[in-house]
């Protein structure tokens, strides 16, 4: 077995736009990015479209989204989730019944096949996951809870998708679904898929709020929303400064302009949406006889929640909160790539013996340090001078920059590490940036 | 940071109906299984069917999925794969600006938008992905060949859905596209794919054959088929003895009884298919007008191949040739979970101690062996004997079984291990199996 290949730049298909266009407005003529997410991303060759509100993700965000996805499977799964799939293709006797089929209105995608048959494309899998639950005949209440959860593609025919992958049509979404014995037990796997949800985000680094919220289509008596403030957001939030209260003032009758509990005055703020759970009680199960056994050997109702993290959604919000006007900043944990390598310029004093100690570094750290070893880009691009080259490692927003630098030629080599979530630098030898570096968590 | 959470099997969502019905048969009356692994994945609480060819995928199908996806992505990234994500809904301008939305007829899932704009569901990507790279204006000569690969859902109005997940209407497939400036260096990439999908089977260790095909709605000159050789197959093959020559008999004229080669009788078999690769020339690039910069700086289209492997379908095709009739047996590789452990029957003489010594086993080797902490199942049905229990766990396939029998009370206690794809049993000490098991792989 070979060194493992180096990451060229030049060989990665993330086709780069970098020149920056004006800002971004929010209602967009066609082609226009409609916020600061969606252009940064159009720039750094993270998306491309299609057709309105449907975009291929490009290989770095695949990567970001696989990673964000296993700190979400640790964190369902920390929670008793077991992850399953259901289809996208849902038949539209299961909408009438639940009564979503005219509830939705157009927002549904439907279908006939060739048999004539209607079908939605899911845009959420409530009638689907509690007919599963209902037909298993021999449920029992040693078995609650039951939490299911899945990852898939979801569809929603956007009357004005925009804001790239913030308001699409299609879009991956973290749903989960909960089936409990009493209104009891719901409650408290409420609050730690909750609690759940609060430690995710922190483990992002994302500052999120969480506020009480209307329950919509979908249902049930109480509902809160996981909302990240940004001034792009479509929601609107009013939020106690001593944290007694947080709401979406389309919950509220009327202006409130004061904290229930102490009084203070709410400050107001808009919100993007990345995450959203619902105490449904029985709206369901009692559609589809979700039943389970007794301990009095009773058939009786499953009570139940459901819980949905915007996937894609968060790739984009988190940019769109961290990012500056022309540098992208991601959660570190989920940059798609840790580290990139700058050698010297082609031409320069330092070219051949700075090129080959950085590499030696490159191929040293990925020995030492396995797990960072696909996250190691190589700017092979030497044509471009160091400080060219550095600019754009600060728009695509790499978590750390090793840089060839003139003092490559000391006696030890010394290079420029670049941390650019804190923007500081240090000059460090080999051993230090191996050191460095095995601080760096990938999930 | 406690023990990892031991695993019980009374509650894991894998609803069991384990009694055996009678043999499929190939048509199916509605609701009835059609084939071996669709009934067993049935009666295994794999899968759930929810309307025609549509099947929800419960957790140890997706835990499953998961792990062949994973060695998927190591064998395309090893020849150069880069993982992206197209979407579902493709404009119907696209599809006929190919000719493809004419030629696949009621095969082919189609909708409108709230805008009255048509689109199918990607039955496959050719048309979308060569948009994309037509798309990147600046694309060098330097930067080919591209290798770009995906893992998702497709969609398929098959007339016939049956099989399970042989034949559904809505799969997940694995499909790259690859990008060349020659014909021969698209026929260098032709060779690198077939031979990594020839390691990925090996890896597997599922018994396939590789043969010349037609070429069908997708084009091109050249196609062969990967194809797990099986009665339920639907594709008639012959095969030379000597390995010099094999055919999907749908490429020959009329009946070929000898080897061309060596003029030695053929074999004729079934085969189910699980792979597909076809060299497309510019079919598809150019209609796209996907050009590249060639050394001269002139445009010039790119040579294409595309390349497919159906992900749930070779989970139920894996199910389909290993099993036998009333035991599913897994390729170990991507086995649902590696291990199933048994403790004593509630009320016998060794329940308390023989429990107590095969948790510690249980909680030891998670800690002795991480990578397996989440592959092991604990069947905790003490109510039943560990014969029935063990044979429940001989029918569901775990590689491996860790008894706690009758000779636990020894001194050192003595656990039984069946290795379930051998069919050895060995008696070890806790010692013994955590050593046994750590040359169990996972990818």
Redesign the interface.
């Known amino acids: 077995p070979g060194r493992a ?1 180096r990451l060229l730049l ?4 993330q ?1 780069l736009a970098l020149p920056v266009g004006g800002q971004a407005g929010s209602e967009g003529r066609p082609g226009e990015p409609t916020c600061r997410s969606q252009r940064l991303m159009l720039q750094g060759g993270l998306i ?1 479209p ?2 309105p509100g ?6 770095p ?3 970001a ?1 696989e990673k964000l996805i296993k700190v979400m499977d640790e964190e369902m799964q920390a929670v ?1 989730g ?10 539209a006797e299961l909408w009438r019944a639940s009564g979503r089929w005219n509830q939705m209105g ?1 927002e549904l ?3 006939v ?2 048999h004539n ?1 209607g ?1 939605c ?1 899911g845009p959420t899998h409530e009638e ?1 996951v509690t ?2 639950v209902a ?2 005949s ?1 449920l029992s209440y ?2 609650l809870p ?1 939490r ?1 959860y ?1 990852v ?2 979801k ?1 929603r ?1 956007e ?1 004005k998708p925009r804001f790239g992958l913030l308001r699409s ?2 879009f991956y979404m973290k749903d989960m679904y909960t089936f409990d014995a009493s209104e009891e037990a719901a409650r408290h796997t409420y609050e730690q898929v909750c609690d759940a949800y609060c430690s995710f985000f922190t483990r992002l680094g994302l500052p999120f709020v969480k506020v009480q919220a209307a329950t919509g289509s979908i249902g049930g008596t109480t509902s809160h929303e996981f909302q990240l403030p940004a001034d792009i957001g479509e929601d609107r939030l009013v939020l106690c400064p001593q944290g007694h209260f947080a709401a979406n003032v389309e919950t509220l009758n009327g202006e409130q302009t004061s904290c229930p509990t102490c009084g203070e005055k709410l400050t107001e703020t808009k919100g993007i949406e990345v995450g959203h759970t619902f105490y449904l009680g029985t709206k369901y199960s009692s559609v589809a006889n979700a039943v389970f056994s007794s301990a009095e050997n009773k058939p009786q109702l499953a009570e139940m929640g459901c819980y949905g993290l915007g996937v894609t959604r968060i790739l984009a919000a988190s940019i769109e909160v961290l990012s500056t006007e022309d540098s992208i900043r991601w959660p570190s944990l989920i940059a798609p790539y840790q580290l990139c390598f700058i050698p010297p310029k082609r031409g320069s004093k330092e070219e051949e013996e700075g090129a080959a100690l950085l590499e030696r570094v490159y191929d040293d750290l990925a020995e030492a340090l396995p797990h960072l070893a696909g996250d190691s880009v190589l700017d092979d691009r030497t044509q471009l001078t160091i400080g060219k080259r550095l600019k754009d490692a600060n728009r695509l927003g790499y978590p750390y920059v090793v840089v060839a630098g003139k003092r490559v030629c000391e006696d030890p080599p010394v290079f420029e590490v670049w941390n650019q979530n804190t923007g500081e630098v240090l000059y460090l030898t080999k051993e230090g940036v191996i050191e460095l570096l095995s601080k760096v968590q990938v999930p």
């Open positions: 290949r030049s060989q990665l298909f086709p491309h299609t057709s449907c975009y291929c993700y490009l290989p965000t695949v990567r989204m008793g077991q992850k399953l799939n259901l289809p996208s293709l849902c038949s157009p995608f439907r279908l096949d060739r048959h079908y494309l689907v007919e599963l037909s298993q021999g040693k078995q039951l299911l899945q898939t593609r569809f025919d009357p049509r299609e």
